[in-house]
């Protein structure tokens, strides 16, 4: 990022256009993480869909869908 970046200046304007999401990890196919390009703001989707801030707690829930994932893919791959 540039020397004159601000993340507040960055958030201002996030609170007024909008954030511009892009997907950093895809948890499994209905839970993507995605960060802010403007802001850096994190961000993922509930499991309802929504897309929430991401704190502890998500964080906790994304990892475990991800390993979850990654066993039934695996037991998938071996029949």
């Known amino acids: 990022m540039s020397q004159n970046f601000s993340p507040i200046k960055a958030a201002a304007i996030c609170s007024i256009t909008g954030h511009t999401l892009k997907v950093t990890h895809q948890v499994n196919s209905r839970v993507q993480e995605m960060c802010c390009a403007k802001c850096g703001k994190k961000m993922t989707t509930n499991i309802y869909g929504n897309v929430?801030?991401?704190n502890?707690?998500?964080t906790r829930i994304n990892i475990a869908l991800s390993k979850l994932a990654v066993k039934r893919n695996r037991r998938e791959l071996s029949l």
């Open 56 to 58: 502890d707690k998500y």
């Open 52 to 54: 929430v801030p991401l």
